[in-house]
């Protein structure tokens, strides 16, 4: 199979609907991603309603701020943690040789769906609000960039903290480079926005926790078989079609709220 079919099969595979729980996965990655996704879809629905409903929300400063950091940074650090889990299962599979050509098809494809986002934002919501350089950016890019450091522990920690905390330093200088904006903080640049710095510290921070929590793949604690409770089993479903999720949620929400007459375009 060429790359160019690896691609599109992954692009296509990326958004299949997932119904039943797979068994070999550790429930507790989906589970957290599960609950990532449920405080992004609480995001956005307030998003929504003050951007576009007229509601007094405020989101840039305060509670609903942290709110959507924390968010951000449950999505990152999970990416981190979930290529520590697939390094080391496509190391089992192939023990030696580069693995790098898989993870830049990776990238690609959730890069790709980045770049859609951007596209239909912007064509429904004009230049002022569209996703410019947003998560699944960021996601796909990070995934490219982080292999040559997936084998490391420490150095990721110190890279990733060293990436986050730079980032409140280099917005302070409020920045005026537009062709930089995926890189470094920038004002104006849209919503959802998420440059590598800091956001790819996050990500770095999430491979030293799968390095030190899940050596080879495998969980190093003891944690009780919670994968099949009603409360965590719909978080998992969610965990794994969080990119589905993430694509569609926004349309349902905005149509469902355009029909209730919440908000008006």
């Known amino acids: 199979m060429t790359a160019l079919n690896t691609y599109f099969t992954g692009l296509r595979a990326s958004v299949r609907p997932v119904f039943v729980l797979r068994g070999e996965r550790l429930w507790e990655i989906d589970a957290l991603r599960g609950v990532a996704i449920v405080m992004m879809v609480v995001y956005h629905l307030l998003w929504d309603l003050a951007s576009l409903g007229g509601y007094d929300i405020t989101l840039r400063s305060g509670f609903w701020s942290w709110w959507q950091i924390v968010t951000a940074s449950l999505f990152t650090g999970l990416v ?132 030190m929590l899940y050596p080879g793949g495998q969980r190093r604690f003891s944690l009780p078989d919670l994968g099949h409770s009603r409360l965590i089993m719909p978080l998992r479903l969610m965990g794994e079609n969080s990119l589905l999720i993430y694509l569609v949620h926004q349309p349902i929400l905005l149509a469902t709220l355009a029909l209730l007459g919440v908000i008006t375009f």
Do not use: C
């Open 80 to 211: 981190g943690l979930s290529l520590t889990l697939s390094y080391s299962r496509e190391r089992r599979v192939y023990p030696s040789g580069s693995l790098w050509s898989k993870y830049i098809i990776r990238g690609l494809t959730i890069f790709t769906w980045g770049l859609v986002i951007g596209l239909v934002t912007y064509l429904a919501l004009g230049a002022g609000y569209y996703v410019r350089f947003g998560i699944l950016h960021l996601i796909g890019l990070s995934i490219i960039l982080a292999y040559p450091l997936l084998r490391f522990r420490w150095l990721n920690l110190a890279l990733g903290a060293a990436l986050t905390l730079l980032g409140p330093a280099v917005e302070g200088l409020h920045l005026s480079l537009p062709a930089l904006e995926w890189l470094a903080p920038t004002p104006g640049s849209g919503v959802d926005y998420a440059p590598l710095i800091p956001w790819f510290g996050r990500v770095l921070i999430g491979v030293f926790l799968g390095n």
